[in-house]
């Protein structure tokens, strides 16, 4: 039996991503978490499900953000973390799982007006902000729906209202400052965004295409089609100013700020074991590997997992020391932890038929240079002597057997010991080994 282990990395890596709530119940919250630097998008989910403790009724979505508007979802949830860069900027959207399971995806991003030098002509619309996501039940929408979704999402970043008596001149006025946390602060909920008398909306909001490319201004029983994700823009002015704290959609923090000092960290020594349950492990298909569920008649996301059901005479590991992702190519030198006698894998046998799974190893192979070109020796066992050599190239000479254990391993070889054998006793030279 031939099994490539994949070399788990205990380089970690720390990740911000700010958690922003699709419902309006809170505001924007950056998070840090730690994890291990080769994982994938779910651990980065679980991460950060533990670190703003997420509800179990709850879920996150994670999107890139760049240039102010949602780059690209990252729902792949095997997708390796290696994809998202330092500099990237990374929303975690928190959601009920009810409201994920609506079908209409409305996507908010703002633009304000910049001032002009001349009066005449009118400045240009920049983006600014964090874009935001809710996500719709309703069937049919128009622009009312939209409207009070807008107002719902916006609800966390109202401003308060701080009473104060203020004597001037003998005459005594009331003062506006934001809100604090004293006993005369209140919520501005009685200064809303109101409708006019003319049915306008609340807000300045336009329809924009799939692109962002262009748009069109929303009115107030404008049919909307649902079912399908809804791009709009809002044009922030002086009023929304009034009400709202924009200061909380600005300045997203990058994943990670390189400091002047970064050090690059040595990978540590792994074991076999862990190697080997990295391989048992489950993991999650990606989009690309959608599974056929034969009841719903459907591609699903799904899992799999490998297990062993039982073991042969040889056992052959592979240790996968060449590592491929979408930006680069590595040669990982990691130094892997083996036994050379007493190899349990009982624990790790699905079928408990009472047989020994003890292995005791005979041969490694090494690997010596990176992916562009290197250089092979061996070591190896001579069952008649009980004695290690090193092989490399012609040249043939004999090792003490506390030396072979090297970051050079690339293939470990391993014989069952059989019933009655002591760990480490030589075979007559009769014996020949079963293959």
């Known amino acids: 039996m031939y099994l490539s282990l994949p070399l788990p990395s205990t380089v970690t890596r720390s990740m911000t991503v700010t958690v922003v709530y699709g419902d309006g119940r809170g505001l924007p919250m950056p998070y840090t978490v730690t994890l291990i630097k080769d994982r994938c998008i779910k651990d980065l989910l679980d991460a950060l499900g533990t670190a703003c403790c997420l509800k179990s009724d709850e879920s996150l979505m994670l999107a890139e953000v760049y240039e102010h508007r949602i780059y690209k979802y990252l729902d792949n949830l095997s997708e ?88 001037e001149n003998g005459l005594v006025s009331e003062g506006i400052d934001e809100a604090s946390n004293s006993h005369n602060s209140r919520p501005m909920d009685n200064i809303e965004l109101e409708e006019t008398s003319s ?22 029983y404008m049919s909307i089609s649902s079912g399908r994700p809804i791009k709009i823009f809002l044009d922030w002015t002086n009023q929304e100013d009034e009400v709202y704290d924009a200061c909380y959609l600005k300045d997203l923090p990058e994943v990670h700020k390189n400091g002047f000092t970064a050090k690059k960290t040595r ?12 391989f048992l492990k489950e993991e999650p298909l990606g989009p690309d590997d959608m599974w056929y569920c034969p009841k719903c008649k459907e591609h699903r996301q799904a899992t799999k997992k490998l297990d062993l059901w ?81 092989f490399d190239d012609s040249h043939v000479s004999p090792v003490n057997e506390t030396d072979i254990k090297t970051s050079a391993a690339y293939v470990l070889f391993y014989r069952r010991v059989k019933s009655g054998q002591k760990i480490g006793e030589a075979e007559s030279s009769g014996t020949h080994m079963e293959s």
């Open 80 to 167: 390796p973390l290696s994809s998202i860069k330092n500099d990237d900027r990374i929303v975690a959207y928190r959601y009920s799982k009810e409201e994920a399971a609506f079908k209409t995806r409305l996507e908010i991003i703002y633009r304000w007006q910049e001032k002009s030098t001349s009066d005449s002509l009118k400045g240009q619309r920049k983006l600014f902000g964090t874009p935001l996501v809710a996500y719709l039940g309703e069937d049919k929408l128009n622009g009312v729906d939209i409207d009070k979704a807008v107002s719902r999402i916006l609800s966390p970043l109202k401003r308060a209202v701080k009473l104060n008596s203020i004597k």
């Open 199 to 220: 049915g306008e909306l609340s807000f300045h909001l336009f329809l924009a295409d799939e692109r962002g490319s262009s748009c069109k201004p929303i009115e107030k």
């Open 267 to 278: 990978q540590e020594a792994i074991s076999l074991f862990t190697c080997l349950e990295a």
């Open 310 to 390: 039982m073991l042969p005479e040889v056992l052959v590991f592979h240790l996968k020391r060449f590592s491929y992702s979408r930006y680069s190519k590595n040669k990982l030198d990691t130094l892997v932890t083996f036994p050379i006698h007493n190899l349990d894998l009982s624990q790790y046998v699905m079928n408990k038929d009472g047989k020994p799974h003890l292995y005791e190893l005979y041969a490694i192979s090494n690997h010596y240079g990176g992916l562009g070109g290197g250089h092979y020796t061996a070591y190896a066992k001579l069952i008649d002597e009980n004695r290690w050599y090193h």
